[in-house]
Nanobody, 121 residues
Framework: QVQLVESGGGLVQPGGSLRLSCAAS????????MGWYRQDPGKQRELVAR???????NYADSVKGRFTISRDNAKNTVYLQMNSLKPEDTAVYYC???????????????WGQGTQVTVSS
């Protein structure tokens, strides 16, 4: 199995910055896409950013220019640098990794437990 452990959430004032990290561990053959979703109570989970194993990225329109996703393939870790944070960025942030546990196994998505980000003065 694959486990994802997130860190870096917290409370920050508007205009501030936070950096989220998510490390994948366990029986891993390969990790493909990694990324971050977020969910506010009463709303649907939405994609924030994703990054391929080759480094290609895409972002939600609402975070373009403010958030940067990156990854360290050697550590199976994905990061989300969040700058110029706004109150509407408040949510639980979930990381995911699309991974294989064996060369012959199908790819599937694995999820972290979520980390709370609160932007408030």
């Amino acid at each position: 199995q694959v486990q994802l452990v997130e860190s870096g959430g917290g409370l920050v004032q508007p205009g501030g910055s936070l950096r989220l990290s998510c490390a994948a561990s366990g029986s891993i053959f390969s990790v493909n896409d990694m990324g971050w979703y977020r969910q506010d109570p009463g709303k649907q989970r939405e994609l924030v950013a994703r990054i391929t194993s080759g480094g290609a990225t895409n972002y939600a329109d609402s975070v373009k220019g403010r958030f940067t996703i990156s990854r360290d393939n050697a550590k199976n870790t994905v990061y989300l640098q969040m700058n110029s944070l706004k109150p509407e960025d408040t949510a639980v942030y979930y990381c995911y990794a699309n991974a294989q546990v064996r060369s012959w196994a199908p790819r599937r998505d694995y999820w972290g437990q979520g980390t709370q980000v609160t932007v408030s003065s």
